[in-house]
């Protein structure tokens, strides 16, 4: 099972957190979804147990994902300030 959280700018800029076996991932998309290219996917975390859904916020530039590392029963949080090119 997954974890997924979306968030979207106009039309056409997504930004998309999401949960893949035992990673958090992020991706792009800057035509409405209709591609989302390589450079623009992330891992996040890779490694982990989660139990709780995958959440993002963004302001301007700076992307967090939200997220409960299932082992320790804590709240992480991750945080880009370039847009998801860097965690």
Do not use: C, H
Request: hydrophobic content about 40%.
């Amino acid at each position: 099972s997954g974890a997924v959280s979306l968030l979207w700018e106009g039309a056409k800029n997504l930004r998309f957190a999401y949960s893949s076996g035992d990673q958090i991932r992020f991706a792009k998309s800057y035509d409405g979804g209709v591609t989302w290219p390589l450079n623009y996917k992330r891992t996040i975390q890779s490694g982990i147990s989660f139990s709780e859904t995958v959440s993002m916020a963004e302001s301007s530039n700076i992307i967090y994902i939200v997220y409960r590392d299932g082992v320790n029963e804590v709240l992480k949080i991750a945080k880009s300030l370039d847009g998801g090119a860097t965690w």
